[in-house]
């Protein structure tokens, strides 16, 4: 199966070179995984006379009558009318002109097949497939022929979605049932009625019937979806039996002065519970390696510093990586606040910590004289070391790849525990599945008296009805968010647009009266943090910004956000940044301002944020109107790139493909029944797809 893809017949080291680079094809298996997105039955026609608007795709057969070069440069194009009883279509090529024209004539008979579009109301199809056409004998069986993705590079050099199939076909032809031994338990097979893999691996390509077809994708999304669980549960399990990891044996005077004397509030049940979880978790010898969960607002940060005053209770150091200097100096100056009257040492590093101060630090972390480590990834440079690092927290951690959290593991002889925080929720079983290597925690509770915050959407020809809210709010004493889009951080227009806003905030807020703070990502550290600093204090009562307030920042007494273009933004980023207010115990808005031309997804996201607060809830959204491969926080996994599998549609196979990895997990782990032999070769000879997933 590993034999190189030119091995096959009718793959020239051209085509070779062709289907690696254009679709990634390597060998036999990488072919064999070149699934067909549809399947057409050549003896069903369509009548051209007959198409219309409704019919997406056309299968037709005629006759051409005419081939044409029109246009000049990039409009150059050839076209072809194709005939039959019934009416006539056009057929266009826009690339690969001088090989279509070798390849079709006229006077001859053709099958046609590709997406149908209407121009001046005639039918006509873009770079159709095409082939020779012969009338075949109607002999009751209809006969499903595969198509596969290609790409229009391919198709002009002769490898179009029908040629592929040839190729698997030849393949098939080779292939026996040793080469596609059966991978899954015999129980698992009878519970769910499956066919066997290697039938499975034929009829996706060349079912003989429908019902075949759909028999074969069920059982191999429940394959994908199940090694992809069981590949990341044996990590998890193996880690639990047997990493080495820090023992956390005791719950120390930090700890326990901290929470009698200076924790200014009561913990919520949620928080409790996960602190206690975690405690377990790091008392029991093993590393731990965890995602916390909770919405915005759930009070992750506290549960995070109580666990690193009990690292440093057994004599570790911890470190808290966020992902903006603002987050992190925010971090930063909270603990130290609550700390103040403890003896732990508390020191922040970031890109723009300099010279001495920047020493002091380093030296401090070295000599183990450090208690906790604040700062951005500048915590995971080099140069910086610890003498014992026991317990590592990740703020916001869809910021980071996978290799700056692993730089995390190397800080210590002894891997740290790890515990990685979310922004927003991600739906569990997005979470269970793209996680599924990481032991899972969930604040699901937010501290007493938050009240919802009500959720507004407004058309920009509004924006002075707004700005007179605001004004009201701000009289009682609140302060205000206005919050501009930023998509791309070197985007000059996003800045223009940016500044302008700021302009026209002016006009509505004048000086002396008002007094407004700027935040973007451009400016320098202290300029930030300066602003920052004015509006925290009360200083200033607006503060306009880009989205790098939307991670963790804190100022509950800010009560209104107000978002510009707010159709610009995705959902979960606006309810990230919805969460900046609402952290007091006032009433607290936010409103969406749109301009006058909103997509159909844009609506339906600002009416999810209108409709409810509730994280989870529009995490669960999200994944329906996006799909799972655009979550933030999963796309670096790479673990949901299925093939043929899809987490939101195919719900009920990846809870039964859940159940059945985490039986073999539980009872066997290490597969040495006989039943569980044909999963573990089955792993055996998948192993270097795993190498990313050792990190957290
Ligand atoms: P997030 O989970 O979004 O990171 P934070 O940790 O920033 O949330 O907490 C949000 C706010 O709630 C902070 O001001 C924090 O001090 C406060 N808070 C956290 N836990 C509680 C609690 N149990 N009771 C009251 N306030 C709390
Ligand atoms: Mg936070």
Redesign the pocket.
Known sequence: MTSPIEYLNGVTTFKGDLLKKELGIFNFKDLLEHYPFRHVDKTKLDKIGSLSLGNEYAQVAGRITKIDILGEGRGRRLTAKLQDDTGEIELVWFQGINWIQKAIEVGHQYLVFGRLGFFIGKPQIAHPEIENFTPQKADGKNYLEPVYPSTEKLKTKGLNGRSIGKLTYGLLQLLAEKDLPENLPESIIKQYKFISHFNACRQIHFPATEKHYLHAVRRLKFEELFFAQLRLGLIKSTRHRFSKGLSFSQVGDLFNSFYNSYLP????NA?KRVLKEIRQDAGSGKQMNRLLQ?D???????VALMLMLIAADNDFQAVLMAPTEILAQQHFNGISKLLKDMPVNVKLLTGSSKGKQRKEVIESCEDGSLNILIGTHAVIEVNVVFKNLGFAVVDEQHKFGVAQRAQLWKKNALPPHVLVMTATPIPRTLALTAYGDLDYSVIDEL?PGRQPINTLHRSESARPQVMEFVKEEIAKGRQAYIVYPLIEESSKMDYENLMKGYEEVKSFFPEPKYWISMVHGKQKADVKETNMQRFVKGDTQIMVSTTVIEV?V?V?NASVMVIESAEKFGLSQLHQLR?RVG?GAEKSFCILLTGPKISNDARERLKIMVATNDGFKIAEKDLEIRGPGDIEGTKQSGVLNFKLANIVQDKVILEAARTGAERILDDDPDMVEPAHQPVKNYLQQQKAKTAWSKIS
Do not use: A, Y
Request: net charge neutral.
């Open positions: 509030f009561e913990l919520t928080q909770g915005v607002g759930s009070g992750k940060t506290i501290p963790g804190d509950p969460g952290r």
